[in-house]
């Protein structure tokens, strides 16, 4: 019997940029998300590319650097 295959959060950063181009693509030609135009197209693959990448970091955060990494990015958010 096959055992399920569990994705690490190191496999998200594996995923190259074409591939995230075509899952775009996928997804906008099923209709899920209408994106008419090319621009708006690569800003939802930036976008999702961006949230990848943040996501991947914080599930690296270990439980008590929670504080030092909102005080980072309020840091960082206010210049």
Do not use: C, N
């Amino acid at each position: 019997m096959p055992q399920p295959i569990h994705a690490t959060r190191h496999d998200t950063m594996k995923i190259p940029a074409y591939r995230l181009i075509l899952m775009t693509s996928a997804l906008t030609s099923d209709g899920l998300a209408s994106a008419p135009s090319i621009i708006s197209r690569m800003l939802t693959v930036i976008s999702l590319a961006s949230f990848l990448t943040v996501s991947t970091l914080f599930s690296s955060i270990p439980p008590g650097g929670w504080r030092v990494a909102s005080a980072a990015i309020g840091h960082f958010i206010e210049g």
